[in-house]
């Protein structure tokens, strides 16, 4: 029966990545632009690359204005610029991700990328069956010691804290709302770090934490930023990839003011969101697939901080014309004070604590 699901499997993938984004829902492809999707007749001729193939596998949807876009966009990058035969193929359910990693290392791909910790059980149940194929993971939160796996994560506690020192300017009532997709070990760090980042600045200021269950949902993130809103908050940060767009909305609706994850939101919102976090998901990627096409590979994990530039703070631009004149004073002293804060951590001189305790 095993055999049987791999081989429909197989079938399904192959079928799926040529009709291109037409596949289900739950696990559809979306092939880069620029790039080649993945091949089904092995008669064909090689492409430019000499047959070398990368296939991302993502457990969210492509369109978050996060992570998963910034993943896609640094993959057509490498795609263009070393001539790699790339694809992208969402599996949206947990059940499917170790066959479908297990299917494309079949296949015969010379790297598959996988993203998020959802992911991580699939990547190492499948490493060790194929030593000859790379494998990259982008955000782990654990190590994985093994000979074809390179690990990508991030110090993104420091990017929090510099997002509470913002916050604990902002708020007037010493209470914000941390909305977060999972209850995850680094979300928790997160959220100690943003409150501890205020609590810096602010000794009242406060955070409420709700778990919107979801990275996927922006009508979950919408509910659990009502929720907060309700019980006093007046400013949320979001840390749940596509789910944040509902906090955007409800922030929007109740004016609130947001604190974005993961990439800029301030031109969605431009009257709301103060900031975002910034997590280089994609560059990340991007130097480790680029150091596979030039023929380079090193095992391990890679933490990127501050002082490397794989996280940080994004301020935005837009929003000093919507605030009024006491706002745009806290904001300005905030901003100033997130500037030389970011220089401590960067120099040295400050150590964020990464406490997953909740």
């Not at 900031?275 to 990127?304: I, K, L």
Request: net charge negative.
């Amino acid at each position: 029966m095993k055999k049987a699901l791999a081989l429909m499997l197989v079938l399904t993938l192959s079928l799926s990545l040529l009709a291109g984004c037409g596949g289900s829902p739950a696990a559809s492809p979306a092939p880069d632009s620029g790039a080649q999707a993945a091949q089904a007749a092995p008669q064909e001729p090689a492409p430019a690359s000499g047959g070398r193939r990368v296939v991302m596998v993502i457990p969210q949807s492509l369109g978050d204005s996060g992570p998963m876009d910034s993943l896609k966009q640094n993959l057509e990058k490498a795609a263009e610029e070393f001539g790699l035969d790339t694809s992208i193929y969402e599996a949206l359910e947990p059940s499917q991700h170790e066959e479908v990693v297990r299917t494309f290392a079949r296949e015969g791909v010379d790297m598959i990328i996988c993203a998020m910790p959802t992911m991580v059980e699939a990547l190492k149940a499948v490493a060790p069956e194929f030593p000859d194929t790379k494998f990259c993971m982008v955000f782990p939160l654990e190590e994985i010691e093994m000979d074809n796996v390179v690990c990508v994560d991030f110090a993104t506690w420091e990017g929090y804290y510099l997002c509470g020192v913002l916050a604990g300017h902002m708020t007037k009532v010493n209470q914000a709302g941390h909305v977060i997709g999972a209850e995850q070990s680094a979300l928790i760090a997160n959220y100690n770090a943003f409150k501890a980042g205020g609590k810096s600045v602010n000794p009242d200021f406060d955070v409420l934490l709700s778990n919107a269950n979801s990275f996927d949902d922006p009508a979950k993130g919408k509910e659990a930023a009502i929720s907060l809103i309700d019980q006093g908050c007046d400013l949320i940060i979001t840390d749940c990839a596509a789910t944040a767009m509902g906090v955007i909305e409800a922030g929007e609706e109740k004016g609130v003011f947001i604190i974005g994850d993961s990439s800029p939101h301030n031109e969605i919102s431009p009257a709301v969101v103060l900031a975002d976090t910034m997590t280089q998901f994609g560059p990340a990627m991007y130097s480790v697939v680029s150091e596979f096409a030039n023929g380079s590979f090193s095992p391990g994990t890679h933490f990127s901080t501050l002082a490397e530039g794989g996280i940080g703070i994004t301020v935005s631009p837009l929003i000093s014309e919507h605030l009024s004149a006491e706002d745009k004073a806290a904001f300005d002293e905030g901003v100033a004070d997130v500037e030389a804060v970011s220089e401590k951590i960067k120099a040295g001189e400050l150590t964020v604590e990464r406490n997953i305790q909740k």
